[in-house]
């Protein structure tokens, strides 16, 4: 079986997180979480929270406008899925990490490319703004993230929220966006 990389690559050419094709200001912005993961900055010395703030700040840009939907894939055990993350992450890096907010930030290859790593950056991402919720007191629209749980998590003014209404168990985003797209 061929592993197929011109998605990956047609990505890295074009390195945007939305659509030029949008000009004017969209009600919701729907966005792909381990897309963007290879698009915010990465700190070439900096720790896991300077990456996480970076998120913030990203999500926060979009949140002056409008609602934001983040959904990540999920790395369930024996998915069908797996035994190709698993093949990636042997020829790539085999590197596993134990990353905590204060943790230097390794080298963006070395995380995203091994599943186990990326998982944790995830859940630090989506753990750091359930903590954040005070911070979105003033923001009128939403934040709904769709982390590790089957049950996303709405943030807004100062609530948080589990969306029941939009609970799967798929794994990847590619899938779950649509779906949740159709709830808007």
């Known amino acids: 079986m061929k ?19 949008l000009s004017s200001t969209p009600y919701t912005i ?8 290879w698009c915010i900055h990465w700190p070439a010395n900096g720790t896991v929270q300077d990456f996480v703030n970076s998120w913030w700040r990203f999500v926060l840009l979009h949140l002056s406008s409008c609602d934001v939907y ?6 369930h055990p024996y998915s069908i899925k797996s035994g190709t993350r698993t093949g ?15 943790t230097p930030l ?11 790593n990326k998982v944790q950056l995830i859940d630090l991402i ?3 703004f359930r903590c954040r919720e005070n911070d979105l007191q003033e923001v009128h629209h939403k934040l709904i993230i769709t982390g590790s749980s089957d049950i996303p998590v709405e943030i807004h003014r100062n609530n948080i929220m589990d969306r ?20 808007l």
Request: charged share 25%.
């Open 126 to 128: 989506c753990e750091d």
């Open 164 to 183: 029941v209404d939009l609970r799967t168990t798929h794994e990847e985003a590619d899938v779950i966006i649509p779906r949740q797209s159709c709830r």
């Open 70 to 75: 983040l959904i990540f894939d999920r790395y």
């Open 88 to 102: 990636r992450a042997s020829s790539c890096n085999k590197v596993c990490h134990k990353l905590i907010t204060l």
């Open 3 to 21: 592993i197929a990389t011109l998605k990956s690559t047609l990505k890295r050419k074009l390195q945007v997180t939305q659509s030029a094709r």
């Open 106 to 116: 390794p080298a963006k290859q070395i995380i995203l490319t091994n599943f186990e």
């Open 30 to 37: 729907v966005t792909d979480g381990c897309a963007v993961l």
